[in-house]
């Protein structure tokens, strides 16, 4: 708070009345009755001009209170949008650090899907065969292990053979057998129809269907193709695996790679572009307050 001026206009006025009494104590009885009058008259008018300038200190003074009051509570909101300011940009920094990351595991599944593709073409003719025949199909990118409880789990991507956006899964798996260790490998599903396919798009396929395939030097025999609209292909670090095993496997979509929850840059721009005006607006309050509080003490001098 800006310290108070206390102008003692009062005490100066009094000084000034008994200087002027005892100048002229001597010459009073000198002085005419119009004289005395008008001696009076101007030591009065004295008075209440100090009075009145009292009570316009006292005025300035509360102003000056209330600017500062207010310069205050504009500095206080100004540090208060800042902090908004700055938090928002890092939830919204944060949101596309997610988003990119999530972009950049899409391309990796998509990826992944491509070249696994590619492998069990190159290793299994038949195989392509199908996948000319079938509606859409799936890659996951699966993890199985266990000693005694075994289980398995991924991520992957369906898509419609000629089109359609990419669908993003995931898969899991549990049961009770003999494992040995951790074994990676790629599920590849095939799907006959649209029907088939968006019953499993959908999480609705519960993986009760038993598909084989073979490879190496046993083949895949030509009759055999979809069982009840799937065929499954398994393949390991290895090669193509001669069964794939798809009952008791459970799929679902994903939320988080299937949501698009986008904050761009420009919107973040955009967003930091706001709270400077916000912050440039209170600025300009705390100046114009400083100017007046700069103008009162003018008048006060």
Known sequence: MMRKRSIGYGALAAAVFLACSVGNAQQQEELTEAERAEVERQTEELRQRTEQLERQTEQ????????EEQNEASAERSEELAEERTERAEEQAEDIADEREL???RAELIETAEQTLDELFAQDPNAERLYEEAYGYAVFD??????????????????EKDGGEPVFMHLGQAGIGLGAGVENYRLVLMFEDQPTYEQFVAGQWDGSVSAQASAGE?????EEQFVEGIRAFRL?????MAQADVSGIRFWRSEELNETQVAEADDVDAD????????????????????AIDEAEDALE
């Open 60 to 67: 300035l003074d509360a102003q000056t209170d209330e600017l």
């Open 142 to 159: 699966t993890t199985k292990g266990g000693l005694i409880v075994t289980g398995a789990g991924g991520t992957g991507v369906a898509m």
């Open 272 to 291: 930091l572009d706001a709270g400077d005006r916000a912050e440039r607006t209170i600025d300009r309050a705390g100046d114009e307050a400083e100017e």
């Open 218 to 222: 046993e083949g895949v025999a030509a």
């Open 103 to 105: 972009e950049q595991r």
């Open 236 to 240: 390991t670090d290895a090669g193509l």
